[in-house]
Nanobody
Framework: QVQLVESGGGLVQPGGSLRLSCAGS????????MGWYRQAPGKQRELVAT???????KYADSVKGRSTISRDNAKNTVYLSIDGLKPGDTAVYYC???????????WGQGTQVTVSS
C-alpha cells in the first residue's frame, strides 16, 4: 500500500522560512511527477509546486521566486522550501504523487502551516 507522509509543518512568523518533507513508502513503481498542493480554509486546493524525476519544476505564481522544490528519486522523497512566508501562505499542505504505471494519484494526509506573529 502506497503511503505519502509529510513532515515539517507548524507555526512560523511572517518573513520566516520552512522546509517540508514527504516520504513515500510501499512503492513498487516510479512516481512522476511529485509535488505539493495546499488548501486554505474556505478555498480550493491549489498547486504549489511539482517536480519530475528529471528535475523539471513548476511553481505557482504565488510562491515563485521564494520557494524551491527538490526530490530524491532513490528515496521517493520530495521537499519544499519556502522563504519570506506570508499570512497568505497559511494552509494545509499536501504531498502529491502520480504513479507512472496506471496513472493513479496519491496524496499525503496533509501538514498544517500557519504563518502568524
Amino acid at each position: 500500500q502506497v503511503q505519502l507522509v509529510e513532515s515539517g509543518g507548524g507555526l512560523v512568523q511572517p518573513g520566516g522560512s520552512l522546509r517540508l518533507s514527504c516520504a513515500g513508502s510501499g512503492i513498487q513503481f516510479s512516481l512522476d511527477p511529485m509535488g505539493w498542493y495546499r488548501q486554505a480554509p474556505g478555498k480550493q486546493r491549489e498547486l504549489v509546486a511539482t517536480i519530475t524525476s528529471g528535475g523539471s519544476t513548476k511553481y505557482a505564481d504565488s510562491v515563485k521566486g521564494r520557494s524551491t522544490i527538490s526530490r530524491d528519486n532513490a528515496k521517493n522523497t520530495v521537499y519544499l522550501s519556502i522563504d519570506g512566508l506570508k499570512p497568505g501562505d497559511t494552509a494545509v499542505y499536501y504531498c502529491y504523487a502520480k504513479a507512472v504505471f496506471g496513472g493513479a494519484d496519491y496524496w499525503g494526509q496533509g501538514t498544517q502551516v500557519t504563518v502568524s506573529s
